[in-house]
C-alpha cells in the first residue's frame, strides 16, 4: 500500500514539473511566433522600399534611353543604371522569399496553435 501511495507522489510531482515545462514552452512558442510577425512585417518593408528604388532605376533607364547616344557618357549611365536595377532586383527577390517563408511559418504555426 505505501509503495502505491508512493508511486502515486512521484507522478504528482512529475505531473506538476511537466505542468511547468508545457507553460514555459507555450509561452516561449508564442514569443517566438510573434518575432516572426515582426520579423515579416520588417522585411517587407524592405521589400517595398528596393522595389520603390527599382522603379526609380527603370524611369531613369528610360530617360537615359531617350537621349542621344552623341550625349557624353550617356552609354556609360545607361549601363550602370542598368547593371544597378539587375542588382536591385537580385536584393529585393531574397527578401520577399524570405517573406514568403516567414509567412508560411506564421500562419502555418499560428494555426497549430
Same mark, same amino acid.
Given at each position: 500500500m505505501q509503495t502505491i501511495a508512493s508511486k502515486l507522489d512521484d507522478y504528482g510531482g512529475e505531473a506538476t514539473k511537466l505542468q511547468e515545462r508545457m507553460v514555459a514552452a507555450e509561452k516561449q512558442y508564442h514569443d517566438s511566433i510573434a518575432q516572426l510577425r515582426s520579423a515579416r512585417q520588417q522585411m517587407q518593408r524592405l521589400s517595398a522600399s528596393l522595389s520603390a528604388g527599382e522603379r526609380s532605376a527603370n524611369s531613369m533607364v528610360k530617360e537615359l534611353r531617350q537621349l542621344s547616344p552623341k550625349v557624353e557618357n550617356v552609354l556609360q549611365l $545607361?549601363?550602370?543604371?542598368? *547593371? %544597378?536595377?539587375?542588382?536591385?532586383?537580385?536584393?529585393?527577390?531574397?527578401?520577399?522569399? $524570405?517573406?514568403?517563408?516567414? *509567412? %508560411?511559418?506564421?500562419?502555418?504555426?499560428?494555426?497549430?496553435?
Open positions: $545607361r549601363g550602370e543604371v542598368s *547593371a %544597378r536595377v539587375w542588382s536591385t532586383l537580385e536584393c529585393r527577390f531574397t527578401p520577399e522569399r $524570405r517573406v514568403s517563408l516567414v *509567412a %508560411r511559418n506564421v500562419e502555418g504555426g499560428a494555426g497549430s496553435a
